[in-house]
């Protein structure tokens, strides 16, 4: 399953734990178990944290084409 932008947070950790926990963490998203945070978009929290979503959906979708 590809994430997009708009894939949900809560969505995408619930895809792959252990591959999106760490690409978010590593944009400097550490709230990942907030509630708001849950129901954002990527493309919603990149905003936030001023990261291209582009960017962020491409590592990830990388990093779960890697494992499968």
Same mark, same amino acid.
Not at 48 to 59: A, C, E, F, L, R
């Given at each position: ?12 950790? /619930?895809?792959?734990?252990?591959? +999106?926990? !760490?690409?978010? =963490? ?10 708001? *945070? ?6 919603? /929290?990149?905003?936030?944290?001023? +990261?291209? !979503?582009?960017? =962020? ?10 494992? *499968?």
């Amino acid at each position: 399953m590809a994430i997009t932008k708009e894939t949900l947070i809560g969505e995408a950790l /619930a895809i792959d734990l252990d591959i +999106v926990a !760490p690409v978010l =963490i590593d944009m400097g998203m550490h709230c990942l178990g907030c509630p708001s *945070a849950q129901g954002e978009s990527i493309e919603e /929290a990149c905003m936030v944290h001023g +990261v291209n !979503p582009d960017d =962020i959906v491409s590592k990830i979708n990388e990093a779960l084409d890697a494992k *499968a």
